[in-house]
């Protein structure tokens, strides 16, 4: 279901997941392109494409293949730069309307991929969840951390990525399952969000994150026989879209919407903002049980 | 004086408190920490592992409950080390080097500690090295390797070389866990064992260290 103003990079074209690998494993790209199809129609704004460590080869192909089966833009998603160039190099943005593609995803670590931006122009979603330290890549473990990572980033992607500007960045400031919060980090991501938000040098950038990890390892009900996961995640949603999130890597199956402040999504979620610990799962868990 | 079986509901129930206050009675009177420890507190641990795998429990409750085996064992441990008792067994656990991903690692490290498993957590992106050093300590450790990505995942195989190359892999056991691994990965690196979920990794360790 469509929120206004909330893009979907519709994520079951992905190798983690079970069903999509035992396509990949069949080399069942007709089916892959029907999943291409299917988020389409069900309102996604881009077409992720993950293919795992398979040859690079197969993401040309792809690419190239569900372009042919539909016109919204692609999210070409890996860590492996030959990967991104040959997905980056297969896509034709005439296919989608002259819209760029997303490159998911660009962390300090891996910020040399910025320069395939020479061969294809396109979005990058940066990982400003993660930081450099001692020359190795480490989780944030604060907000001030993640608005340093933030900042650290776009200026890299507008330095080294001629003509790019903030409303072409997606920050992606990690979200984590709610199940196991016991270190702070919905406390962390909201913050960041603010903090980010209030940053004229960062004002039109775009925000992303994995929507389903925010639930995942929790029932699919509440003890009353209601969702718990759409719940939950719309409270997330509800919160986090003042801030600037504009955009999920999500289901377009899964029934989003805004809540109103008393709903008890919107409760949990907020009393989990205030506590901490052990306390945000007793939370978590008395919403459900 | 409590009853040391209330000791087994406070951890099946997660009451940290409670396991806390139980523990320190027992202790006060003269319960034998080891009988704590094989009577009550392992029992309700696998009892969570069992209702988390029928989907009674989820991850909250998983690790609500380890939280209150954990409170117990930090006052039991130093009495079992005094009395010379051994642990299940020896296992260090980690995420492979160039993934950062910790959840399901810690969750594992969890609920080994709950099953009588000392445990040495490495982190996350640890190489094959610190593997390999962690497990040349002691003989007979379980190596306990995590991994999201598929594209880390290949890490596993460069510690199970590592442990080749360095003569020991007669001398550790290796198992695997993270969302792209099945057993059929497992299989086709030479790991001792797989586990798809963090209960399961208990009875897998208790197998092997057995």
């Not at chain 1, 001030?144 to 072409?168: H, K």
Request: aromatic letters at 4%; hydrophobic letters at 45%.
């Amino acid at each position: 279901m469509a929120i206004a103003g909330l893009t979907i990079i519709g994520e079951t074209i992905n190798d983690s997941v079970p069903s999509t690998k035992a396509l990949f494993d069949a080399g069942d790209v007709e089916e892959l392109l029907e999943l291409a199809r299917f988020q389409d129609q069900r309102g996604a704004g881009y077409i992720d494409v993950n293919i795992g460590s398979r040859p690079p080869e197969l993401m040309a192909e792809l690419v190239a293949k569900i372009q042919g089966a539909t016109s919204k833009p692609l999210s070409i998603d890996t860590p492996d730069p030959d990967i991104a160039r040959a997905g980056l190099e297969a896509y034709d943005p005439a296919r989608a309307g002259g819209q760029a593609p997303i490159l998911n995803s660009v962390s300090a670590l891996r910020a040399d991929m910025l320069e395939l931006y020479r061969i294809q122009p396109f979005k990058p979603i940066l990982l400003v969840s993660e930081q450099v330290v001692d020359g190795q890549s480490r989780p944030c473990h604060t907000a001030a951390e993640t608005y340093d990572a933030t900042r650290s980033l776009v200026a890299a992607f507008r330095e080294q990525c001629a003509g790019a500007t903030n409303d072409d960045c997606i920050l992606d400031p990690g979200i984590a399952p709610i199940g196991s919060d016991t270190e702070g980090n919905l406390h962390r991501l909201i913050t960041a969000m603010e903090t980010i938000r209030a940053d004229a040098d960062l004002a039109g950038v775009h925000a992303s994150v994995g929507l389903s990890n925010f639930t995942v390892m929790l029932p699919p009900k509440r003890a009353d026989g209601s969702p718990l996961k759409s719940a939950l995640e719309s409270a997330f949603l509800t919160r986090a879209m003042p801030l600037g999130l504009d955009m999920i890597v999500g289901s377009v199956k899964r029934k989003y919407q805004l809540l109103e402040p008393d709903h008890p999504a919107m409760v949990c979620l907020e009393e989990c903002l205030k506590a901490s610990g052990f306390d945000v799962l007793m939370r978590v868990r008395e919403f459900y049980s | 004086m409590s009853d040391p079986s209330e000791l087994y509901e406070a951890i099946l129930h997660g009451d940290a408190r409670k396991a806390e206050a139980v523990t320190k009675a027992a202790l006060e009177a003269k319960v034998d920490p080891s009988e704590l420890l094989q009577k009550q507190m392992i029992p309700a641990m696998d009892e969570v592992g069992k209702r988390f795998e029928c989907n009674e429990y989820f991850v909250p409750e998983l690790l609500i409950a380890a939280r209150a085996m954990k409170t117990s064992l930090e006052l039991i441990t130093p009495l079992l080390a005094e009395a010379g008792a051994e642990p299940a067994g020896r296992v260090v656990i980690g995420t492979v080097q160039g993934d950062l991903h910790d959840i399901g690692k810690n969750l594992v490290a969890s609920m080994l500690e709950g099953g009588g498993f000392q445990v040495v957590d490495l982190g996350v992106d640890v190489s094959p090295e610190k593997f390999i050093e962690a497990a040349k300590q002691k003989e007979g450790t379980i190596l306990a390797l995590s991994a999201l990505l598929t594209t880390t995942m290949t890490m596993m195989k460069a510690v199970i070389e590592a442990l080749e190359k360095e003569g020991i892999r007669d001398k550790a056991k290796v198992i695997i866990g993270g969302a792209p691994i099945t057993q059929q990965y497992a299989d086709e690196i030479g790991a001792d064992g797989y586990s798809d979920n963090a209960s399961a990794a208990v009875a897998l360790a208790r197998k092997l260290a057995g």
